[in-house]
């Protein structure tokens, strides 16, 4: 089994900057993929970026040159990070942390996803 824990989120305003941080415990391998989602209210959970094990990095257009997916250095490489700038109203969610045991590639439904975190609130007010 696999735990994800997040932290980082909370209310800022529109223009400003948040960075969200999940930290996997227990049974990880080092060529797991690790991803983020994220879930408006009334809406389907949809993603956001992914960092595969060798380090390539897949983004939603949305968040594309706003947002950047990254992962410690670590031998572990157990946490990612996910820094969120140029922030909009329209980024207001629920975002979840997700980790893939095929670490490999470029994969964007939630179904391919094993483990979830718990999910952290992000408001940006305008």
């Known amino acids: 089994q696999v735990q994800l824990v997040e932290s980082g989120g909370g209310l800022v305003q529109a223009g400003g900057s948040l960075r969200l941080s999940c930290t996997a415990s227990?049974?990880?391998?080092?060529?797991?993929?690790m991803a983020w989602f994220r879930q408006a209210a009334g809406k389907e959970r949809v993603f956001v970026a992914r960092?595969?094990?060798?380090?390539?990095?897949?983004?939603a257009d949305s968040v594309k040159g706003r947002f950047t997916i990254s992962r410690d250095n670590g031998n572990a490489k157990n946490t990612v990070y996910l820094q969120m700038n140029s922030l909009k109203p329209e980024d207001t969610a629920v975002y979840y942390c997700?980790?893939?045991?095929?670490?490999?590639?470029?994969?964007?439904?939630?179904?391919?996803?094993?483990?979830w975190g718990q999910g952290s609130q992000v408001t940006v007010s305008s």
């Open positions: 997700a980790l893939d045991r095929q670490g490999l590639g470029e994969r964007r439904r939630a179904d391919d996803y094993e483990y």
């Open positions: 960092i595969a094990w060798r380090g390539a990095t897949y983004y």
């Open positions: 227990g049974r990880t391998l080092n060529i797991d993929a």
